[in-house]
């Protein structure tokens, strides 16, 4: 009997032992491993809607080189602004209209020439349907010729070159619903196969009108944090993404990539007293506010809750071309405490300062879902108890983080590739007296910044910018923290040349140059 | 022949029934979530750098601030006419989407449930009828533990064994890494399909099998086979007599059940074998706020449930004549 049991059993687990033990071999790829890499990227790094830049494909919280397509302009490793397919561009004396002149040698994948029409064919539609990409400014394109173009905006927007950097010129021809799954442009590669949810293969172009890609073949996975390290250990994948609570576990024949970011981590602090539902009482105190920029030691935050894999911060565009420099503070403690002292914030005897009937008392939030942010603000809690300052944190969810924002201090993570970030952020919304996301208004800063978008040019429109920023500096209606760096594991031998600073995101930014990867002897 | 007829007009009334309150459920469920898509599918630094103007006109595309109801009846009239709408993060419809995930799921939940039913009771009926024994009580040991385990603990633990100690499996995905789906086999998918299988299968097969043992225990116990063991049956005929047949029909009921258990069971698997299945596009469709997605996949799994206690209850009449006749006692009157 107990032998007919022990025959089903084995009958049943054979089959895996042998699947198991018989292809270990196929494991390994069969391309050649001199010009082709794989990388693991997170699985909210692959675009659902496919590699349609009308859909947001290189746009969006996480911008990048669109690689499958090519881009008027590109931004430069310090961000200031290139070409790509554009060889010239000049502004209308009003601001409204842009010209664009184009290559003439430039080839889509299925042999059709691109021309002006398709890059006004997709504005046009990147207008109509976009998601992610902001062109309410843009009024409609027009190509002129083959190789000219011309934007006509609504509204002066000097920093418009930085928003064709983002849009991937899709052929006027081949272009229809289903393009994000079978995309046809003029980029560096071209997309040999997509198994969603899975991994995309990408192939170098031959056809390209730059430098031909080093690189021939670029496969990149699409895997969660843990997925990525345990492929990182098995020796399966050449480059992944990891974060600093992984970094001191490396695995043999690898190294730790550090890629310097904007991908920046601070608070709010609200700038008005509370008015019932906005506001707060005590970082409405502008030398409380100056006190903790100067009070905060960024480098210790840094070394306890990123594990030293960060650079400090001290704004929300650090090292981008509108960056003000002035913007850097000295961490001092001791005149922390003496602005709080002349400020009349009197320390209690429990150590807890208190300015007439105000208490020096904050209440932290983050967004629950977020454990880095969540030690960010422990950190900066038990920081503050040096200034007297008596500090909570709590986890909310995003649905009334927003809403909290506004009379409490929340952990918050920025970084774009663009001025209209610190826009958003400091310039008093649209038909309201306060910027949106923490109450703050300067007029005088304003005005500054809407001249920067009519400037005359990009340079006299990033001067414009600092400006902003320096009287911005004066209220510390924010106070910024650190920039993440974006940690990765990369294979020995395997060549990186030096990257553009990250945005904000894990993402496809680590391959924006992956063309000139390649492997050393 | 009315019999049948009324039997499945009945069975049909209430599958449309349940469809409808499973929609109209997820749909309330679905609008009085926290969870805001602008915010999910863009990001905070995104939406900070977007204008007032354009977070409206993604406010409209993500359908916030539209009313439940208005929403509602718009689905549900595409619904009625086979149109699941299109999926928002997607951007394709909803119908093709299912397939593509169901194409991946499917199979692996099916095996995953063939082998834990079929494991489940033999090692069931091997426990309950040999209780005491040393076989019998390390099943039962075996058994605890594996109720025990969380699933993705147990998947992380296979994952860590077989695919990174030993090497013999791949770490996850659907297919080899970088291979051209032309080249793939079916010699590969299988092979990528075992680990979470074998997860799955492992965590279903507890229940099956403590059930299983539990009844046979009682049929153990019993006065027939009493009688039987006097009468110098061997264990197998008794097991073969009097143990299958009283078995079956709880059995029968709870494996059916388990479909849903799989269903739900697998959701966690392929997030930590970062396999593309119905269960990683259920967590971004609901997550994400993808409401024609989620009332898709909401709508499969109900189908699939339903289905599977359906079969169950024609299986009672199969296997057990008593059931039979009073149906059709039933039906003549």
Redesign the interface.
Known sequence: ?RKK?FT??ML?LLP?FL???A??E??E???DRKD?V?IALP?TAEP???FDPV?GWGA??HVHEPLLQSTLTVTNEDLTIGYDLATDMEVSANGLSWRVDIRNDVYFTNGDRLTAKDVAFTYNTVKKLS??N????LDYTEAINDTQVIFHLNKPYAIWPYSMANVGIVPEKNYN?GY??NPVGSGRYRL??W?????V?LEANENYYGEIPKMK?V?I????E??AY??V??N??DLAYTVASYADNGAQGYHLLRAATVDNRGLNLPAIPFDGTKGNDVTSDLALRQAINIGIDRQALIENVLYGYGQAAYSVCDAMPWFNEASVVAYDLAAANALLDDAGWQKGADGIRQKEAVLAQLNIIYPADDSLRQAIAAEVANQLQNLGIKATYEGV????AYERAQRDVLV?????H?P??MY??YHR??QDDLA??SPYANETADQLMDQALTADSLEHSFVLWQEAQALVNEDIPWVWLANVEHLYWCRDGLQIPSQKIH???HGWSIVNNVDKWSWSE | MSNILKLTLYQLGRLVSLLFFVSLATFALVSFSPVDPLQANLGQSTLGALSAEQIERLKIYWGVGIPFWERYFAWIGGFLQGDLGISLLYRREVSIVLQEKLANSLWLMTAAWVISGFLGILLGIIAGSKEHSLLGRLINCCGLIMTSVPTFWLALLLLVIFALWLGWLPIGLSVPIGLESTAVTWADRLRHGILPILTLSLTGISSIAFHTREKMIAVMNSDYVLFAKARGDSLWRIIRRHGLRNILLPTVTLQFAAISEIFGGSVLIEQVFSYPGLGQAAVKAGLGGDVPLLLGITMISAILVFSGNMIANILYGCLDPRMRHQWQKAGRQ
């Not at chain 1, 902001?134 to 400014?137: A, E, I, L, S």
């Not at chain 1, 198994?195 to 991994?199: A, E, H, S, V």
């Not at chain 1, 996975?221 to 969660?224: A, E, I, Y």
């Open positions: 009997m049991y089903m059993i049943f895996a699947f198991g033990c292809s270990q196929a494991n790829l069969t391309v082709a794989i699985s659902e809607a496919g859909y969006g919280e998601t992610v902001d062109f309410t400014m619903s994000g799954l040999v196969q198994d969603k949810g899975q991994q293969i073949r496969i996975v699409f895997m969660n843990a997925a345990t492929a250990k098995a399966q994948v969810g995003w649905d009334s918050w993570g920025w970084g774009a663009t209209m970030e958003n952020i919304a649209p949106i996301y945005p904000h995101g």
